[in-house]
Nanobody, 111 residues
Framework: QVQLVESGGGLVQPGGSLRLSCAAS????????MGWYRQAPGKQRELVAT???????NLADSVKGRFTISRDNAKNTVYLQMNSLKPEDTAVYYC?????WGQGTQVTVSS
């Protein structure tokens, strides 16, 4: 069955960095667009970044210049490199594929 398993979240100080990973299984990873969404407390889930099957990326304006999305088709994994983190980046981050979500990983940016 399709599985998306996130890892890499945690607590980081403002200005710090984290790299999230999403290990995918149960489908032909290289054929699918992948992405990351996030949901902060009391807010709707929002798009952070997507990457097409061909490697084309799209990032939300709020993270452009700070976050990078990438994929390794040999490892069936999509990554989200997050730099210059801000308190407003605090949220549960979800890996996404069409029709599927991971369980989420908590990112907390706080001093």
């Amino acid at each position: 069955q399709v599985q998306l398993v996130e890892s890499g979240g945690g607590l980081v100080q403002p200005g710090g960095s984290l790299r999230l990973s999403c290990a995918a299984s149960g489908f032909i990873f290289s054929n699918y667009n992948m992405g990351w969404y996030r949901q902060a407390p009391g807010k709707q889930r929002e798009l952070v970044a997507t990457i097409s099957s061909g490697g084309r990326t799209n990032l939300a304006d709020s993270v452009k210049g700070r976050f990078t999305i990438s994929r390794d088709n040999a490892k069936n994994t999509v990554y989200l490199q997050m730099n210059s983190l801000k308190p407003e980046d605090t949220a549960v981050y979800y890996c996404w594929r069409t029709g599927r979500w991971g369980q989420g990983t908590q990112v907390t940016v706080s001093s």
